[in-house]
């Protein structure tokens, strides 16, 4: 099946200090990757939709100029949290849709995100 | 009201059960309806996916779809603890666009 990959898993950090997440599909290309934050007791809520060689799509709320996406190529997305503060502290999920199949999404491990 | 509604439990049964979870959803848009499961501090598991209304099987677990009450549940037979897990529903109105989630519902299965 469709694997979907995230490092690190987890990762703790200083308030003021950048945090990169890697998002990657292991044997599918990903024309679309998706990125989602859940905080506790809560569901995924979407934060920006990536496509390969094209800026992000950010959801209304989400500052872009703190939340830096980057698809370079089929297989990896990046998501850095600039100047994280200890409201970002939460999990951070990403999904990714393979071109050939594209109604079906997969979702990585996620990354939990504690900002000190 | 949200685009999509889930209660969220938790929900309690005994081994062996048969487990009714659903979702009601607002926009006539949804086309793809999916469930996934989620076990704590880890991503969700696509378990279940159908387009448009009507049934789909796979082992222990039974989806349906009901688009003209905008209304989607999952089946679970023979109910395990390791089906112990929170449930969420997903959907969107075209392929390869962003899902909108339901809360996720928390099911304990008790041996």
């Known amino acids: 099946g469709a694997v979907v990959s995230q490092h690190p898993s987890w990762v703790i950090c200083k308030s003021g200090t950048s945090v990169k997440i890697e998002c990657r599909s292991l044997?599918?290309?990903?024309?679309?990757m998706f990125w989602y934050r859940q905080f506790p007791k809560q569901s995924l809520m979407l934060m920006a939709t990536s496509n390969e060689g094209s800026k992000a799509t950010y959801e209304q709320g989400v500052e872009k100029d703190k939340f830096l996406i980057n698809h370079a190529s089929l297989t990896l997305s990046t998501l850095t949290v600039t100047s994280a503060h200890p409201e970002d502290s939460s999990f951070y999920i990403c999904?990714?849709?393979?071109?050939?199949?594209?109604?079906?999404?997969?979702f990585g491990p996620g990354t939990r995100l504690t900002v000190t | 009201q949200k685009e999509v509604e889930q209660d969220p439990g938790p929900l309690s049964v005994p081994e062996g059960a048969i487990v009714s979870l659903n979702c009601t959803y607002s926009n006539s848009a949804f086309q793809y309806f999916m469930w996934y499961r989620q076990y704590s501090r880890k991503g969700p598991e696509l378990l279940m996916y159908t387009y448009s209304s009507g049934n789909k099987e796979d082992g222990r677990f039974t989806a349906q779809v009901d688009k003209s009450s905008k209304y989607i549940s999952l089946f679970i037979r023979d109910s395990q603890p390791s089906d112990s897990a929170t449930y969420l529903c997903?959907?969107?109105?075209?392929?390869?666009?962003?899902?909108?989630f339901g809360k996720g519902t928390t099911l304990s299965v008790s041996s």
């Open positions: 044997d599918f290309q990903a024309t679309t």
């Open positions: 999904s990714a849709a393979p071109s050939d199949l594209v109604d079906e999404q997969y």
């Open positions: 997903a959907m969107s109105s075209q392929a390869g666009t962003a899902l909108i």
